[in-house]
């Protein structure tokens, strides 16, 4: 399976190809199919930027489209972040807002003959973007979710990730590891000290996360390491296969 050796740029967040290497890419698969990053501009904790989820998930969606023949597109960079709102710099939309971008975007993508669309989503708050993928795909467009969290779960076992996606709720292990490896230089001091769990988060719909944690963090950062994130990246691309295979067959 050839990549697509697409082109990013602004750390990742920006794709750089042209016109011309879209078609030309598309030519060589019977249906297109788009990558779509969606991220959030939310806390995370006292060491990690408001862009992690969006970091995450360009991060996620740059390593698909280096080895599958994907179109890449910009990330959506706010989403449903309300949960998050009582520390300052979170920024987040409704997700009828949210509901309605996604679905534009996968009708403009239709316009100019990408059929399919896949949503790489990095922040566990967008609950709708699950009901997006059921609706499209009940009126015979063709969508995928990814990661799942069967993927996420695969993911952690083959890179020796000690925190179960429970407890690494929040700028825990997982996410840390991945900027560890994608993005050090937006690390700030700290994340070595400021492990914090809360397993049991039942109202967490109700309260917002200022309930269950001071510091921002849900998880144990502590145990985060560059080369986890390296592995993370490369198990979630090795289990994108069958999503592409899913959405370019027939």
């Known amino acids: 399976m050839s990549g697509s050796g697409a082109r990013t740029a602004a750390y990742g967040l920006v794709p750089a190809d042209t016109t011309e290497e879209v ?47 994907v179109h890449l597109l910009p990330p959506v960079t706010v989403s449903c972040s309300h949960e998050h709102a009582a520390w300052p710099g979170t920024v987040s939309i ?8 996604v679905r534009d975007i996968a009708a403009s993508l239709r316009r100019s003959g990408v059929e399919a669309l896949v949503l790489v989503n990095g922040h566990g708050g967008n609950y709708v973007l699950g009901n997006v993928v059921q609706e499209s795909s009940a009126r015979g467009e063709r969508m995928a979710l990814f990661p799942a969290p069967e993927d996420w779960e695969t993911a952690l076992e083959r890179s020796g990730v000690l925190t179960s996606l429970l407890t690494d709720m929040h700028a825990g292990e997982i996410e840390t590891s991945i900027l560890l490896h994608a993005h050090p230089e937006f690390l700030r001091p700290g994340h070595e000290t400021a492990d914090f769990t809360a397993d049991d988060r039942r109202h967490l719909l109700t309260t917002g996360m200022s309930a ?39």
């Open 23 to 69: 078609r030309t890419r598309a030519a060589g698969v019977s249906t297109q199919v788009a990558v779509l990053p969606v991220g959030s501009f939310e806390q995370h904790g006292p060491f990690l930027p408001l862009a992690t989820d969006t970091l995450v998930a360009c991060a996620v969606a740059r390593e698909i489209a280096e080895a599958y023949p």
């Open 94 to 101: 409704s997700s009828v807002t949210l509901h309605a971008v």
């Open 212 to 250: 269950y944690t001071e510091s921002g963090v849900i998880g144990r950062p502590s145990l985060a390491t560059a080369e986890k994130g390296k592995s993370l990246l490369a198990s979630l691309v090795a289990d994108f296969a069958p999503y592409f295979e899913l959405l370019t067959s027939g």
